[in-house]
Structures are given as C-alpha cells and as structure tokens.
C-alpha cells in the first residue's frame, strides 16, 4: 500500500547541509517540529506544489502534483485538506460562508446539499452559534475552527496542518486534532494528519503516533 504522503530526499534550503526522506503512513497522525527559520512551514506547500523545494520531491497518493497539468493539479488537491499557518479567511465572509468556499466553488452539489453538509461541518467544529461572525469579530480559537471546518470540506483522507495549535488552550487543541482526525477506527484514525509546526501541547502526545524534529535539515525521532 503507498503511504498518502511520501517526502524523497527533499532539501528545505539552499543552504541547508542535510536532505531527509519520509513516508507518511496511512491513518497515522505525524508530526514534525522545528525553529521558526528551518523552513517547516514549507512542506505543506511542497506537498501540493503550491511551491517548489531546492531538492527532491513530494508524492501524495503516489502523484507528483507538480508535474500536473493545472486543471488536473487543482482537481488532485481536492483530495487533501491543507490549513497553513494562520487561519487565511475571508474577511468579508461570515465563517458559514467561509467554511462553505469550497464546496461553492469546488463541486457541483446543488445549493440543498451543500446547506446540509455545511450544517454537519459547522456541527463538528462547533461553530453553529458562531457562525454568523465575520473574522474580525470571532477570537483566534473561532477562527481556527473554521479554517479547519473549511479544509476538511470535502472530506479529504488526507490532511497537512502548518501549526494548528498556535495560541489555543489545550481543551480546544485536543478537539481540533480529534476532528482533522476523524474519528478512530480498527486502523487507527480514519484521516491521515501530518502536522508541522514549532511545539505541541502536551495533552496531545498520545494522539500523535509519531513525531520528529527537524535539525538543520535533517529528521530526528522524538518518540
């Protein structure tokens, strides 16, 4: 079976003096931390070829998005759920209407259906009272709520959160990696997560089945 995310000899920096290789396996949560200079953040973007590394490549599914054409690239990536740092919504959009972006403009479900799977995500990420809130107006724990809600849309099997848990208290961190998870199963999640950023809370530790540091470009297990 291909692991959902597989990194080959891939080089964050120019100047970086090691590569590293990992394989992502299938309903796992991975985690990888690092300084805020190491280039971390970049992976996710590598990964969907929003982006290009100054070596090696990244494989989602066995595909290298970034030999894609454009139309197939945007219609591959459909299948992951990608939360960059930050929570990169919409501030002239309610949440509801940020988290339903995708499903709006990325499928074809008539508006009835897309009203129904909205409900169930807003649900899920416990935003029903809040969803009316524009941005501005939502504190950063909202915010992220949403921006995950958002990027789970289309229920990806698949899902690369760049520091998820910044500012969040622990009870919502744990909540949050429960749902990118997706519930658990004989297997283990039922979504592959892979995490980066530059610390984790505690309390979640005994979710994450695995977890690495990145030192000047190379991986070292912490587990």
Do not use: C, K, W
């Not at 590394?53 to 992951?80: D, S």
């Not at 939502?138 to 520091?163: K, T």
């Amino acid at each position: 079976m291909i692991a959902p995310l597989i990194f080959e000899d891939l080089q964050l920096a120019a100047a970086a003096p090691h590569r590293f290789s990992l394989e992502v396996p299938a309903h796992r949560t991975l985690a990888i931390v690092g300084e805020e200079d190491s280039g971390l953040e970049a992976l996710g973007a590598y990964a969907l070829a929003l982006s290009s590394p100054p070596h090696g490549r990244v494989l989602v599914y066995g595909e290298e998005i970034a030999t894609m054409a454009r139309r197939a690239a945007l219609a591959f990536r459909r299948r992951v759920g990608y939360l960059p740092a930050g929570d990169g919504l919409l501030q002239n959009l309610s949440l509801r209407d940020n988290v339903g972006l995708p499903l709006r403009f990325g499928s074809d479900l008539p508006d009835r259906d897309i009203d129904g799977r909205l409900q169930v995500m807003l649900a899920a990420a416990r935003l029903s009272r809040a969803a009316h809130l524009r941005p501005a107006r939502a504190n950063e724990e909202l915010r992220r709520r949403a921006a995950l809600a958002r990027a789970l849309a289309f229920d990806p099997q698949l899902v690369l959160l760049d520091r998820p848990f910044d500012g969040l208290t622990n009870r919502a961190a744990a909540e949050l990696l429960a749902l990118a998870r997706g519930g658990e199963s004989a297997e283990g999640s039922r979504r592959t997560v892979f995490i980066t950023g530059q610390d984790l809370p505690g309390i979640l530790l005994n979710r994450i089945e695995s977890r690495y540091r990145l030192v000047d470009g190379a991986l070292e297990r912490e587990d």
